[in-house]
């Protein structure tokens, strides 16, 4: 099995910054799209940022020019660098591993982190 540690999140005030983090463990083959998600209160999940196993990044308007995904895949691990925090950036964030699991099988499924809070708040 697959296992996702996040970590990370924390208080902040507006304008600050933190650097999430999301390491993946197990029988991993190889490891394709990583990404972050998040669901402030009140809200439904929505992603914030990917990265694909090529480096190609994308962003949420919401969060460019503020945010920075990154991964290393000899670390298996995806990061979410923030900056510029706004009281709206407030929720927990997730992240998200496509993985490849194997051999033998080589079958390929999505996993999810626990999740971890981030609160902009003066």
């Known amino acids: 099995q697959v296992q996702l540690v996040e970590s990370g999140g924390g208080l902040v005030q507006p304008g600050g910054s933190l650097r999430l983090s999301c390491a993946a463990s197990?029988?991993?083959?190889?490891?394709?799209?990583m990404g972050w998600y998040r669901q402030g209160p009140g809200k439904q999940r929505e992603l914030v940022a990917t990265?694909?196993?090529?480096?190609?990044?994308n962003y949420a308007d919401s969060v460019k020019g503020r945010f920075t995904i990154s991964r290393d895949n000899g670390k298996k691990s995806v990061y979410l660098q923030m900056s510029s925090l706004k009281s709206e950036d407030t929720a927990v964030y997730y992240c998200?591993?496509?993985?490849?699991?194997?051999?033998?099988?080589?079958?390929?499924?999505?996993?999810w982190g626990q999740g971890t809070q981030v609160t902009v708040s003066s």
């Open positions: 197990g029988s991993i083959f190889s490891i394709n799209t």
């Open positions: 998200k591993v496509g993985v490849v699991i194997g051999p033998p099988q080589l079958t390929g499924k999505d996993y």
């Open positions: 990265i694909d196993r090529f480096g190609e990044e």
